[in-house]
């Protein structure tokens, strides 16, 4: 690239020249959109390298395993910036969700040394920390000498921080002061109501403002629509059924998965209020739910709706947003709510997904991994993907506030940058930490399962859960 | 053998039909989903008149799919490499 | 008189060598059962450990506490009734459908040919993607069987989603999969049967029906056991179908061996229990192929002194 183009645009990485004008810059200089994004990038990179040895790893090579998702996908378009900065090779694997996390138990339980960083959900290292697994970066994040200046770990949303890191005692907090940080949060996803504006239109119904609510405007829009089911949630036999909507729900009701007395846990799912809100759920599912809801994974509650066979989803915010575009029928129809769903509550209390970055214990090249992770997490990185590759959620207040990143969401997502602003103060995980957490919630969506097939009451099949947990847990040593 | 009269023979004949369409079927309707695009996989009810695409043998030759939630990168050539050669001979590329 | 030393000498290496050729020769088979064997003990340690891959402070040597939990345990009840119920209800269908398009196909004729060698298509597919193929076409919103089914008047058939329907439909799929697998073996059987028989039943007159049942049937029988025995032995390991379907679900309806084992370990990381339940399984398939071979040994003595 010619000399008066790189100027141009370290002048826009150093601030001195606004965006309006390097636009008008580039385009005269004959930039075309495409390397403009790759000078962009590049010119942060320069920004970036100021203060810090980047190059300390250079020659070095890593290996990433990477889950397919729209978050390996903008890094993935951003690697040649990585190579340049700190000359460190990436070779990467990726593979399918549904079997991305037996293949990375694989990976770890064998000790190999072949991934050396991954990524990861917050609950899965609640089994990798303890299990000796993974790496608590806190000593690399409070090491001035191995993290770089910009870092600005602080800027990550302080609800993300902390439940990304647990000390490691059964039904500890998360986030408390002696936790240790198993990884290191990328994008994250809260759970909301996405809706077809058209088909309430059409129902003339209104956005519903509590569980209720809900399951009454399902039920109408069932009854109205003539095609589509009222409210798509996920129903497979996973963790994954409990964690999005049905958990956020059941949160909001001030009930908990597990009570922690002196250091024992005990399973709290058979309370009155608990039992009430599963008859709700339950009784929504079988009115209004899709017809083979057992085998819902998020990507049939998406697809559903973005091929217009489900009117709602109380779901990750991010698959509504995904549905909104690309080749799907209802694209450009949909609109996002905050969802509450005890009436008495004032606020959402949305359970989060974090996709996150660890870093295998076992990997040989742990330096040249956190070189990697911190790029992969900094300020810059989080920019252009939001900015630029539908990296939603970023984990970054300053994301957030960037006017370029707010304008583009609010021009083809109506209402997904207010429903954001009014759950980000209470998204966090609200499960309890305890190694038998994959236990714990297959069991419980089993349950639901049979409730919603109505091979079991509600009242019974709580009791018979909350017994079974209890049995578990005393085997285990931890109630 | 002419024992068979010919409502055997018939009878034999529709079985074996039978037979055939209920092996086949599930081969046949995903030759034809291979050819349509996501949109039309998912329409309700299905159809069987449709716009063919070659879309999607294209992404796996190419070995990039377009899809609403980003750019998939598909290693296809690549793995039927492997498996040929895999076989045959005790290296393959990766 | 001279040559007697060089006889013995002679003896005293041809000796010698003779007695090392047996064991070189078995020594490949050898090292094979060994390599066999190491997975097995180890399975069968871990299987008494309690161990938990994340829980590391409790791994402890607890001899047989793993298999009397799944004695107590009703969720293992469970899982044994299915694997059998599956087991038997795949094989006996296979076995009668591939026995009828077997002797559909009896005759060596162009189409007869041709339809065999298409058959085999199934066959071909991965499980795990004739699962997939079958989900696909049994989604009750853009599936095409279930928009012929309703069709046909059954507006509400959840197929892998209920319950009462869940098996059904993974037992379908094994079908669709494995019944070419019997057709092949009972064809090569029936095709290979002596001809006298039936050339001698057709001379007396005797009516189709007997001549099936007390003769065919029971030359063909090695074959049938044989290809039972080797559906048998996959129905009761059937993992790729089931857990590509519903991983076990809805609520613990297919939950066979196999997925449990596997859930136990990847998701739960309790290696103890999921050990536990695969010597059981191998146990449970010991015992079932240790009758299907002693009956299969009889019944060929059988049908060769009756051929």
């Keep these: 690239m010619t000399d008066r183009i790189k100027d141009l645009f370290d002048a826009y990485a150093a601030g001195r020249v606004s965006r309006r004008d390097l636009m008008r810059g580039a385009a005269r200089l004959g930039v075309t959109a495409a390397s403009a994004n790759f000078l962009l990038g590049s010119s942060a990179i320069e920004a970036m390298a100021a203060d810090y040895d980047w190059q300390a790893q250079k020659g070095t090579a890593i290996k990433l395993l990477l889950n397919k998702h729209p978050y390996a996908d903008a890094m993935i378009a951003d690697l040649e910036n990585f190579k340049k900065l700190t000359g460190i090779e990436i070779a990467y694997d990726v593979f399918p969700e549904d079997v991305y996390f037996d293949k990375v138990t694989a990976a770890l339980s064998s000790k190999s040394d072949q991934y050396d960083a991954f990524m990861t959900g917050a609950y899965m290292t609640w089994t990798y920390g303890p299990a000796g697994w993974v790496v608590d970066l806190n000593e690399y994040i409070k090491d001035p000498k191995k993290t770089n200046p910009n870092y600005a770990w602080d800027d990550v949303l302080p609800g993300l921080r902390a439940s990304t890191a647990w000390n490691g005692v059964p039904g500890g907090e998360l986030g408390s002061a002696d936790a240790k940080q198993w990884c290191i949060p990328w994008g994250y996803e809260l759970n909301n109501l996405a809706y077809n504006r058209k088909m309430f239109d059409k129902a003339k119904v209104s956005v519903p403002k509590n569980l209720a609510e809900l399951s009454a405007t399902a039920a109408k829009l069932t009854k109205d629509l003539g095609g589509p089911y009222g409210i798509g949630v996920r129903g497979s036999r996973s963790w994954a059924t409990i964690h999005p909507g049905f958990l956020s729900g059941y949160a909001n009701f001030g009930e908990k998965d597990f009570t922690v007395s002196g250091g024992k846990l005990k399973a709290a799912m058979n309370t009155a209020g608990s039992k009430a809100f599963h008859q709700q759920w339950v009784d929504m599912i079988r009115e209004s739910g899709p017809k083979n809801w057992s085998t819902y994974t998020w990507y049939q509650v998406g697809t559903d709706l973005g091929a217009g066979a489900s009117a709602m989803i109380f779901d990750a915010d991010i698959l509504g947003y995904f549905e909104n575009g690309g080749d799907n029928k209802e694209r450009g129809n949909l609109g996002y709510a905050p969802f509450a769903a005890n009436p008495a509550a004032k606020a959402p209390t949305p359970n989060v997904w974090i996709w996150s970055l660890a870093m295998s214990s076992f990997s040989k090249k742990k330096d040249a991994a956190w070189k990697f992770m911190q790029w992969a997490t900094s300020v810059e990185h989080d920019l252009f993907g939001a900015r630029k590759m539908d990296f939603v959620n970023p984990v970054r207040a300053s994301v957030w506030k960037d006017a370029e990143f707010r304008d583009r969401i609010a021009k083809s997502y109506p209402g997904y940058l207010e429903q954001h602003d009014i759950s980000a103060p209470g998204a966090k995980i609200y499960f309890t930490a305890q190694p038998l957490f994959f236990d714990v919630t297959t069991q419980w969506a089993e349950t639901l399962q049979k409730m919603v097939a109505k091979e079991v009451q509600v009242s019974e099949g709580l009791d018979q859960l909350a017994a079974g947990i209890d049995k578990q847990l005393r085997e285990a040593g931890l109630g | 053998m002419d024992r068979s009269s010919f409502v055997e023979r018939a009878l034999r004949g529709l079985l074996l039909t039978l037979i055939v369409i209920f092996f086949l079927f599930p081969i046949f309707w995903i030759l034809l989903m291979s050819f349509q695009t996501n949109e039309q996989i998912l329409r309700i009810p299905p159809s069987l008149s449709f716009v063919p695409t070659l879309d999607n043998y294209r992404a796996l030759i190419s070995g990039h799919l377009l899809t609403s939630a980003g750019s998939l990168d598909i290693a296809f050539m690549r793995n039927l490499g492997n498996s040929c050669c895999c076989r045959p001979v005790p290296w393959c590329w990766r | ?307």
């Design chain 3, 1 to 307: 008189m001279t040559s007697q030393p060089i006889d013995e000498s002679v003896r005293v290496v041809h000796r010698r060598r003779v007695e090392w050729l047996p064991y070189l020769l078995s020594l490949p088979a050898l090292l094979v059962c060994v390599g066999i064997l190491i997975p097995f003990v180890t399975a069968l340690y871990y299987s008494m450990l309690r161990f938990r891959l994340n829980l590391p402070a409790l791994k402890g040597f607890i001899w047989f506490g793993n298999y009397t939990n799944l004695l107590y345990d009703a969720e293992f009840w469970n899982t044994i009734s299915i694997s059998l119920r599956y087991t038997a209800i795949t094989v006996g269908v296979e076995l009668v459908l591939g026995l009828i398009i077997a002797l559909l196909l009896q005759r060596q004729t162009l189409i007869n040919n041709m339809i065999s060698v298409l058959l085999l298509l199934p066959l071909m597919t991965a499980p795990a993607i004739a699962s997939l193929m079958w989900k696909l076409m049994t989604n009750p919103n853009f599936g095409i069987l279930s928009y012929l089914v309703s069709l046909a008047g059954v507006s509400d058939f959840r197929w892998a989603s209920s319950p009462s329907s869940a098996l059904f439909t993974v037992v379908l799929v094994d079908v669709w999969v494995y019944t070419p697998f019997m057709m092949v073996l009972l064809l090569a059987g029936l095709r290979s049967l002596p001809q006298q028989p039936f050339e001698a039943a057709a001379l007396d007159g005797v009516p189709r029906l007997f001549v099936f049942f007390r003769i065919t049937l029971p030359m063909l029988s090695p074959y049938i056991i044989t290809a039972s025995l080797f559906r048998l032995l996959d129905a009761i390991q059937q993992f790729d179908i089931v857990y590509a379907m519903t991983q076990g679900g809805p609520g613990n309806t297919l939950l066979v061996f196999q997925v449990r084992a596997y859930l136990e370990f990847y998701q739960y990381t309790n290696v103890g229990k999921s050990a536990a339940l695969l010597v059981v399984l191998w146990v449970i398939t010991y015992v079932l192929s240790n009758i299907f071979i002693k009956n299969w040994l009889r019944l060929r003595a059988r049908s060769h002194a009756s051929a």
